[in-house]
């Protein structure tokens, strides 16, 4: 354990590694990588409607769980951590769960091209890109950034590097711009401009967070099922995870709600309020007719300290901690505030999480944190020229 860690005694009350075990999941049910084949439902998920009809098969799945040791933890409680940040190299992360279905619908529709929007170092427009040109797919993405760098080449960092390696066409929108016009407007805008063309897009939301996109996370939660049931892991009392566009919050949240699991699950919110993505999660279950409300099946708290990819000396100091305590590495955007967020309850509510055994799910973005390196270097340290005598 290396020294002068803070975790829990760093965070203010109310203010602010073992080995990987896999699980003896039949995957012979999932088609050959980057073919498509047919998917059927979990058994209690067969009343959602609608049900999607194929799948591609994008990420190496299932992704493992083990135990999580994180220090000072309130007494007799066990973490333990679902690696959807091993679901892929390029295509690291939970996005990928999505895409599966998502691109399958494109293929389906004929489509030639798929657009898709985020900010600048979106892990889900990194993860489009890919995938889609995995399927010979051209991919448009629209890109928020500040007005003082829109008329400017945005450069490799992060997620760009790979978005520009795989020849994504990159179309830059100011903040003010995304604000006035929002997500729908600006990807409607854009379809037209390419059908014009004679293109065939297909519009991928914020996230791939659609009713479509959430069966990616219904089908996590009948993953963990067959983990819990193989032995992989114990049946969890808790459910952690960052909440950015609800889709991959939703999905979890219903499959946990309709499986075996029912776990009580905490979602981590890292952009807007609670309250939005209570309404927003909620138009996404009625779009399957789930006959559920999204305030019955997961707790969402507010996490995202100075906004959304804006991160705290503390934030950083955590992740920076945890790397080194565990050798699991968070994203500064999502996880990380995830975590920070799930300490900070710790902190106040010793009581609750006392003896609970936890699920945190690491839904990845690695490439985010190369954004931060000016944040992150003072953090670091761990340097000196060798002495050679």
Same mark, same amino acid.
């Given at each position: ?147 003082? /760098? ?6 490799? =960092? ?5 978005? +520009? &390696? $795989?020849? *994504? ?114 138009? /996404? ?6 006959? =559920? ?5 997961? +707790? &969402? $708290?507010? *996490? ?86």
């Amino acid at each position: 354990m290396a020294s002068g860690l803070v975790f829990f005694s760093s965070i203010s009350p109310c203010t602010a590694s073992r080995p990987m075990a896999r699980a003896s999941i039949d995957e012979k049910t999932r088609p050959p990588m980057l073919s498509k084949g047919a998917f059927s439902p979990p058994d209690w998920a067969k009343h959602l409607n609608p049900a999607p009809s194929s799948i591609y098969c994008l990420a190496q799945l299932p992704s493992p769980i083990h135990r999580w040791d994180l220090p000072n933890l309130p007494a007799d409680t066990q973490v333990w951590i679902k690696r959807d940040d091993l679901t892929g190299m390029q295509l690291s992360g939970n996005k990928v769960r999505k895409l599966e279905f998502l691109l399958a619908e494109a293929k389906l529709q004929g489509a030639d091209c798929v657009i898709t929007i985020g900010g600048i170092q979106s892990n889900h427009c990194r993860a489009t890109a890919v995938a889609a040109r995995y399927l010979d797919l051209d991919c448009y993405l629209i890109l928020r950034t500040s007005k003082s /760098l829109v008329n400017e080449d945005p450069g490799l =960092v992060g997620n760009l590097l790979v978005e +520009r &390696l $795989v020849g *994504a066409h990159v179309e830059l929108v100011s903040k003010e711009e995304y604000t006035k016009h929002g997500s729908e407007a600006l990807g409607d805008m854009l379809v037209e401009k390419l059908r014009a063309q004679g293109r065939k897009p297909y519009l991928i939301p914020v996230g791939g967070s659609n009713s479509l996109g959430t069966w990616g996370y219904i089908s996590a939660a009948q993953e963990i099922e067959q983990q819990i049931e193989a032995g992989t892991c114990p049946r969890f009392d808790e459910i952690v995870m960052a909440c950015g566009s609800g889709g991959t919050t939703a999905g979890l949240a219903l499959g946990n709600h309709l499986s075996m699991i029912k776990s009580k699950v905490h979602g981590y919110t890292v952009c807007d309020s609670p309250d939005y993505f209570y309404d927003y999660i909620q138009g /996404l279950l009625d779009g399957l007719h789930a006959q =559920v409300d999204s305030r019955d099946i997961v +707790r &969402l $708290v507010d *996490a995202k300290g100075l906004g959304y990819a804006l991160s705290s000396t503390g934030e950083l100091e955590l992740v920076k901690e945890i790397s080194e305590a565990t050798g699991v590495i968070l994203d500064p955007v999502y996880s990380g505030k995830a975590l920070h967020g799930m300490v900070k309850d710790m902190v106040c509510d010793a009581k609750y999480w006392t003896g609970k055994k936890v699920l945190f799910i690491h839904t990845g973005g690695l490439l985010g944190m190369f954004d931060k390196l000016q944040q992150i270097q003072p953090l670091t340290g761990n340097w000196r020229r060798m002495q050679i005598m």
